[in-house]
């Protein structure tokens, strides 16, 4: 709605995984390069976590376009899983019929293509995202998955991605021969403050922005204060900050559209989107 107004090409801040989007913060460099390091140096089992709203997801979908074609990779999205749904996801993302039978068929079938693309000298890569919601049974099921390697090496590394209550879910003695498997770990923290200011300026030329629509400094400030540098809740105070400049014709967002914007978000003061808009 507002992007002609603001000289935008696409919305800078949706709240989509678009890995076009991608802005690359410290922290999200580091995480990546741990999982790299943790696939290439078949360390078995790596384990991301960060808050909600972090960027786990979209450093899943990056992760995807930086692995080398030698590697065969299956994203599994879905949490909700039984045992013998997350082995089918697993197998139908690999390229391979899902419908072979029971567990212990489809257990073989993976183990097959898994020594088949040793032998072709390819590395294997599970990434599970959203796996603090695993059922104890499935983080077990998923144990037994590393399990399957060959005298010199394991065939699968597996990355598991969530939230912080994984960590917790992994500490538990029941989990304990998975936890001593992990070889690689890393906590994705917010972005700082001037990461903040380049994370948004880097959706905007992304987005084609023609330079018309400007942020203060102050501005980036209270987005920090707000949303402690969280990308989602970034973009979702900005976007509504896009919406309102639209609203009371201004193209430079500074610190009080900001703060109008998130208290509209937390509820706060009515939806100005509710005003009639003159066009
Ligand atoms: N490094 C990044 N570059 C560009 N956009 C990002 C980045 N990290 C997060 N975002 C944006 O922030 C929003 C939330 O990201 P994402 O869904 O990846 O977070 P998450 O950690 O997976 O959240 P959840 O804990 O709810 O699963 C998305 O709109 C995404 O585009
Ligand atoms: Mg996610």
Not at 35 to 49: H, L, S, W
Not at 255 to 273: C, D, F, K, N, W
Request: charged share 25%; net charge neutral; with cysteine.
């Amino acid at each position: 709605m507002y992007l002609d107004y603001l000289g935008l090409r696409e919305h800078p801040f949706s709240v989509t995984t678009d890995p076009a989007f991608l802005y690359l913060s410290r922290r999200h460099r580091e995480a990546l390069s741990h999982m790299m390091y943790g696939i290439r140096e078949r360390k078995g089992f790596i384990e991301i976590t960060g808050e909600i709203g972090t960027g786990k997801t979209t450093l899943c979908k990056a992760l995807l376009r930086q692995l080398e074609d030698t590697t065969r990779t299956a994203l599994i999205l879905h949490s909700g899983l039984s045992e013998l749904q997350l082995l089918q996801a697993v197998i139908q993302d690999f390229g391979l019929d899902p419908m072979r039978g029971n567990r212990f068929g489809l257990f073989n079938e993976l183990n097959r293509f898994l020594i088949e693309q040793a032998t072709l000298g390819n590395n294997i890569v599970l990434i599970i995202d959203e796996a603090q919601n695993l059922s104890l049974r499935v983080l077990e099921q998923i144990r037994m998955l590393s399990n399957l390697e060959t005298d010199k090496q394991k065939l699968v590394q597996i990355v598991l991605v969530g939230q912080p209550q994984l960590r917790d879910k992994l500490d538990r003695p029941s989990l304990r021969q998975l936890q001593q498997r992990i070889g690689v770990r890393y906590h994705i923290l917010p972005l700082d403050g001037e990461e903040v200011r380049t994370y948004i300026e880097h959706r905007l030329e992304i987005a084609g922005s023609d330079g018309s629509l400007a942020f203060t400094g102050e501005a980036f400030e209270e987005i920090y204060r707000c949303s402690n540098g969280i990308p989602r809740l970034m973009n979702l105070v900005c976007d509504r900050a896009l919406l309102a400049c639209y609203v009371l014709r201004t193209k430079l967002v500074d610190r009080a559209l900001i703060q109008r914007s998130y208290q509209e978000l937390m509820g706060q003061v009515p939806l100005s989107t509710s005003e009639p808009v003159k066009v």
